[in-house]
């Protein structure tokens, strides 16, 4: 789901604006498979970023557009997305009615669950049983704020690109994921990206999105207690936090720490419980630059009792020679989820 679009085009651009890095996803649709062309990811200067709030636009900007300079990468077929508090993801039921007939109602049936001015919104959903005979049908409901939108929109034009299409993160990674971890699609999964600053839950039932949440943890607040309360320099704690370099006791302060990711999902799980008869989570999926913490995978998969993988947005897909090679190739798959999962959107 997009909320909105223009077309197709056989070469596609992810962009994925983070708090720490800039990430850039080139997939070529021509074949019969799509082929990843073209991987790069590029820090950003300190606090440009805080809290999903671009302080520093110009900067963001002018990063943006080094990088598609520098690598030479199309400026016509760019595939962004918006997340966070002034997203709305929900599921509704509704009376059953074609895709136009729902189009003509759904701003009446969102105020009943939008907490927000529908004046100030873009709106899209989603019908997720089509095929269904009941009088009732299940809708997936997205509501964007329109400033969110228009202050995306400014920032790409500032760095001289255009948007073909806005997507919402959560489906852009639930797009990757299906791609290369079809089997996520069956019961009950869990997609956790773990950024910069913030993690977000994204949690399917046979697919569909049912619930997406974000928690204050990231890299960046793990960097923060380590310099704090282990007196590192913010060079150490970095290295610390890609694995390297890391004893017994910085595991187990790492291990409680991540703790707060686990209760997290916890959380965001419980009401499956109580609305659905024995659902219980499957398995989770981890992404995002996060995924290095040292003993994140492990806590989890203890705390949650489930299959716990990091997930590769290359599992399935085919890389052009020397389309991966701009950066660490041990860091970049995990974090290149969103972007990967704009650029295939783009031609969906």
């Not at 606090?47 to 709030?53: P, Q």
Request: glycine share 10%; hydrophobic share 45%; charged share 25%.
């Amino acid at each position: 789901m997009a909320l909105f679009g223009f077309g197709r085009k056989k070469r596609s651009v992810g962009l994925d604006i983070g708090s720490g890095y800039i990430k850039v996803a080139v997939v070529n649709h021509s074949g019969s498979l799509p082929v990843v062309e073209r991987l790069t990811a590029h820090p950003l200067g300190a606090d440009a970023i805080v809290e999903g709030e671009i302080m520093d636009p110009g900067l963001v900007a002018s990063t943006i557009d080094s990088v598609f300079e520098e690598q030479g990468i199309d400026r016509g077929s760019v595939a962004v997305s918006v997340g966070g508090r002034d997203v709305i993801i929900k599921p509704i039921q509704m009376d059953r009615m074609s895709k136009q007939d729902a189009r003509e109602v759904i701003h009446w049936e969102a105020e009943q669950h939008v907490p927000f001015d529908m004046d100030d919104v873009q709106l899209d959903f989603e019908i997720t049983d089509p095929e269904g005979e009941g009088l009732q049908m299940g809708v997936l409901l997205v509501a964007a704020k329109r400033e969110l939108i228009e202050n995306k929109l400014s920032l790409l034009e500032e760095a001289q690109l255009s948007a073909r299409i806005i997507d919402v993160d959560a489906f852009a990674l639930h797009n990757a994921l299906e791609v290369n971890y079809p089997e996520a699609m069956n019961g009950i999964a869990g997609l956790i990206n773990i950024g910069h600053e913030t993690t977000t839950v994204n949690i399917l039932d046979e697919g569909v999105p049912v619930l997406t949440r974000d928690i204050s943890f990231g890299t960046r607040r793990l960097s923060i207690d380590l310099q704090r309360e282990r007196a590192m320099s913010a060079e150490e704690a970095e290295v610390v936090l890609r694995g390297e370099n890391t004893d017994d006791r910085l595991q187990a302060f790492l291990y409680e720490r991540v703790q707060e990711v686990g209760r997290g999902i916890e959380r965001a799980t419980a009401f499956l419980e109580t609305q659905e008869l024995g659902a219980k989570l499957g398995r989770i999926y981890l992404c995002g630059g996060g995924v290095r913490i040292p003993s994140l995978t492990e806590a989890l998969a203890e705390r949650l009792g489930v299959e716990t993988i990091v997930a590769n947005p290359l599992e399935q897909l085919q890389v052009k020679p020397g389309g991966d090679e701009v950066v660490d190739a041990d860091l970049l798959p995990p974090m290149m989820m969103l972007s990967l999962g704009l650029a295939l959107r783009v031609a969906a």
